[in-house]
């Protein structure tokens, strides 16, 4: 959403906005002004530079997100090898610590960012701004920027991202898409990942799973993955081959995409005209 | 915890519309919050006097207002309450529903004092 064409404004929250004129006079005698602007904006805007970025070079990004130790590094490991003798590949790592990540992609011929938050439990726009300085765009046809590993704060900032996919893995618990309803409804593909755990951890079934994304009014595929068994993998680098093509032909109309979280404001607006 | 950081973008905002304004002093400032915005109403109280400190906002009073969680269904095409984690449509229990309000994260009005000479 933005603050400048007033697709914030829903029939939800228009009564927010007072009637006759935005400036009015209070009971104390002073004035107050009505704004409807999203406290985001700032890091919005810069995500929205981002994408015009990404979307100039023709580079596809994707936000991973999950908790730590989901397996968001053992995934990116996976699709590199399985992608990089076809796809140019860039990835962004976000950590409060260490240059682990970065080195571990890096061990496999890939160029990675490594971006330490310090006590920041989430990677905003202007960290991945700052990243993007390090990287030639150039070339690129795939951007994964890793997350911080926590699914609460992330899912509350843009990135200038084209789609956010959320990991779950499966020691963690069918209902996690219940208790971090935020971090899944944001998801354009859910991972259940370390499926070949299914075996000795019972009591995870992939339909509850599966019936908790869809309680949040979430379409988004839900995939069995394991890094593993490659024959589990080939769903995932579908989707990205996928979104990798409909991108690059976005990009040649000069169009491009948010996740899909985002443009339910601009219909929804479009709803209540 | 992501709502100081927040607390500094609604203070950073609050500050460019005090200068557009012309305002000597901000009074009160009005939020609205849903659930589904992933921010916490109470941690923005706590975060707020400390990234308004100093500011223009320092000591203004801050309202927030809880936004409901409610759904439009795309099946039946009625509006209905929802929760968090249960975002289906109350009359017919489909899943396929667009969210009509309960992710806000929104700064709604500014009551300020101006400078007298633009009074």
Same mark, same amino acid.
């Given at each position: 959403?933005?603050? #400048?064409?007033?697709?914030?404004?829903?029939?939800?929250?228009?009564?927010?906005?007072?009637? +006759?004129?935005? /400036?009015?006079?209070?009971?104390?005698?002073?004035?107050? $002004?009505?704004?409807?602007?999203?406290?985001?904006?700032?890091?919005?805007? #810069? @995500?929205?530079?981002?994408?015009?970025?990404?979307?100039?070079?023709?580079?596809?990004?994707?936000?991973?997100?999950?908790?730590? +130790?989901?397996?968001?590094?053992? /995934?990116?490991?996976?699709?590199?090898?399985?992608?990089?003798?076809?796809?140019? %590949?860039?990835? %962004?790592? +976000?950590?409060?610590?260490?240059?682990?990540?970065?080195?571990?992609?890096?061990?496999?011929?890939?160029? @990675?960012?490594?971006?330490?938050?310090?006590?920041?439990?989430?990677?905003?726009?202007?960290?991945?701004?700052?990243?993007?300085?390090?990287?030639?765009?150039?070339?690129?046809?795939?951007?994964?920027?890793?997350?911080?590993?926590?699914?609460?704060?992330?899912?509350?900032?843009?990135?200038?991202?084209?789609?956010?996919?959320?990991?779950?893995?499966?020691?963690?618990?069918?209902?996690?898409?219940?208790?971090?309803?935020?971090?899944?409804?944001?998801?354009?593909?859910?991972?259940?990942?370390?499926?070949?755990?299914?075996?000795?951890?019972?009591?995870?079934?992939?339909?509850?799973?599966?019936?908790?994304?869809?309680?949040?009014?979430?379409?988004?595929?839900?995939?069995?993955?394991?890094?593993?068994?490659?024959?589990?993998?080939?769903?995932?680098?579908?989707?990205?081959?996928?979104?990798?093509?409909?991108?690059?032909?976005?990009?040649?109309?000069?169009?491009?995409?948010?996740?899909? $979280?985002?443009?339910? +404001?601009?219909?929804?607006?479009?709803? @209540?005209? | 915890? =992501?709502? !100081?950081?927040?607390?500094?973008?609604?203070?950073?905002?609050? *500050?460019?519309?005090?200068?557009?304004?012309?305002?000597?002093?901000?009074?009160?400032?009005?939020?609205?919050?849903?659930?589904?915005?992933?921010?916490?109403?109470?941690? !923005?109280?706590?975060?707020?006097?400390?990234?308004?400190?100093?500011?223009?906002?320092?000591?203004? *009073? !801050?309202?927030?207002?809880?936004?409901?969680?409610?759904? =439009?269904?795309?099946?039946?095409?009625?509006?209905?309450?929802?929760?968090?984690?249960?975002?289906?449509?109350?009359?017919?229990?489909?899943?396929?529903?667009?969210?009509?309000?309960?992710? *806000?994260?929104? !700064?709604?009005?500014?009551?300020?004092?101006?400078?007298?000479?633009?009074?």
């Amino acid at each position: 959403m933005c603050d #400048t064409c007033g697709c914030n404004i829903t029939h939800g929250n228009q009564h927010l906005i007072a009637p +006759g004129g935005k /400036l009015q006079k209070t009971e104390r005698g002073s004035e107050a $002004i009505g704004v409807l602007k999203n406290l985001l904006s700032e890091n919005d805007h #810069t @995500a929205a530079h981002n994408r015009e970025h990404f979307d100039r070079h023709g580079v596809f990004a994707v936000n991973l997100m999950s908790s730590p +130790g989901a397996g968001k590094t053992s /995934l990116l490991e996976a699709s590199v090898d399985a992608l990089r003798d076809r796809y140019r %590949i860039a990835v %962004i790592e +976000g950590d409060l610590e260490t240059e682990n990540d970065a080195q571990r992609i890096r061990s496999r011929g890939v160029e @990675a960012v490594q971006i330490t938050t310090g006590s920041a439990c989430h990677l905003d726009a202007h960290m991945v701004h700052d990243a993007l300085h390090q990287l030639k765009l150039e070339g690129i046809d795939i951007l994964f920027i890793e997350n911080v590993g926590n699914l609460v704060c992330p899912a509350s900032f843009d990135l200038g991202q084209h789609r956010n996919v959320t990991l779950l893995s499966v020691p963690e618990g069918d209902d996690k898409p219940s208790k971090y309803p935020v971090m899944f409804r944001a998801a354009d593909l859910v991972a259940l990942t370390k499926v070949d755990l299914l075996a000795v951890l019972d009591d995870f079934s992939t339909d509850r799973a599966l019936s908790n994304v869809r309680a949040l009014a979430n379409a988004a595929p839900v995939l069995e993955l394991s890094v593993k068994r490659d024959e589990t993998m080939e769903a995932w680098l579908a989707w990205l081959e996928q979104e990798v093509q409909q991108h690059r032909q976005r990009c040649q109309r000069g169009e491009t995409v948010r996740p899909r $979280i985002q443009p339910d +404001g601009a219909r929804l607006h479009a709803l @209540a005209t | 915890m =992501h709502e !100081l950081s927040i607390c500094q973008a609604l203070i950073a905002q609050v *500050e460019l519309l005090a200068r557009e304004q012309r305002a000597q002093r901000v009074l009160s400032l009005a939020l609205a919050v849903g659930p589904l915005s992933g921010v916490e109403a109470n941690l !923005l109280r706590q975060a707020y006097p400390f990234a308004a400190a100093g500011t223009v906002a320092e000591g203004a *009073e !801050l309202a927030i207002e809880d936004r409901p969680i409610r759904v =439009h269904c795309t099946s039946c095409g009625q509006d209905s309450d929802a929760t968090a984690n249960r975002l289906l449509c109350a009359c017919c229990g489909d899943w396929q529903t667009e969210l009509v309000s309960g992710d *806000e994260l929104i !700064l709604s009005r500014v009551e300020f004092e101006r400078e007298q000479a633009y009074v």
